[in-house]
């Protein structure tokens, strides 16, 4: 079936303009995140959406940044007034669920460049 | 802080076996995952251990020690493709679905 999906693939932005990726997680999967991987680097937590329960906002970097999910289907993350070190891979990831030991699907993320 | 630590880069012959290893902070630990990632792709997922001993899947193994707070992953027959970097990520009992990624480890794959 499909896997999970990223758009855009990248997206080159001024510094100072407001960006948007958006996420389409594989269907049925309840548990959707995002993560950021800057250049040689591992991947940095941001948010995490489960269901209809209040999402976990506790790694996005500062205001700036905000998610939303509708229901269990897609998720946009925006950033505002980005930021040169906003620079990296958006990654987005979905799993059936979020106990241990489901394995996180990933997308193939989104390039962000701020010049 | 919930520190993964693994090495930066390692380099290896095609056909033979590589081992790389993770530390991680025991207090709390939860499990932990190995994946792969060539350049410019996405994560994919090799392995998940969370109790002592090795689990293996064909030309790749696991290995964990809940009490050392040490897992390696081991590749046999190594083939070119194996070029990548491989992540280690571990989850913690204060948060059931957030896993903290280790910087990865680039392998090259020599002939």
New interface residues.
């Given amino acids: 079936g499909a896997g999970?999906s990223q758009s855009p693939s990248n997206k080159v932005t001024e510094k100072g303009k407001d960006v948007e990726l958006r996420c389409d997680p594989i269907s049925g999967h309840t548990?959707l995140?995002w993560?950021r991987q800057r250049l040689?680097?591992?991947?940095?937590?941001l948010i995490?959406f489960?269901g209809n329960s209040a999402p976990?906002k506790s790694?996005l970097p500062s205001d700036r940044f905000s998610a939303e999910r509708t229901g269990e289907s897609v998720s946009t993350l925006t950033i505002q007034r980005t930021q040169q070190e906003d620079s990296a891979v958006y990654?987005c990831a979905s799993?059936l669920d979020?106990?241990?030991?489901y394995?996180?699907?990933?997308?193939?993320?989104t390039r962000l460049t701020v010049t | 802080g919930q520190n993964?630590d693994q090495p930066t880069e390692m380099t290896a012959t095609e056909g033979a076996i590589v081992q790389i290893n993770c530390t991680y902070q025991t207090s709390g630990f939860?499990?932990l995952?190995w994946?792969q990632q060539h350049a410019g792709?996405?994560?994919?997922?090799l392995s998940?251990n969370?109790l002592d001993g090795l689990e293996e899947k064909g030309r790749f193994s696991s290995f964990l020690s809940r009490s050392k707070g040490y897992s390696y992953l081991l590749l046999k027959e190594l083939q070119m493709k194996d070029s990548a970097s491989y992540?280690c990520?571990a989850?913690y009992m204060d948060?059931?679905?957030?896993?903290?990624?280790?910087?990865?480890t680039r392998l090259l794959v020599r002939p």
């Fill in positions: 999970v548990a995140y993560y040689g680097q591992g991947l940095e937590f995490y489960q976990d790694g990654l799993s979020h106990t241990p030991g394995e996180q699907y990933f997308g193939p993320g | 993964i939860n499990g995952f994946y792709e996405a994560p994919t997922f998940y969370v992540l990520a989850k948060s059931s679905y957030k896993l903290i990624f280790g910087s990865g």
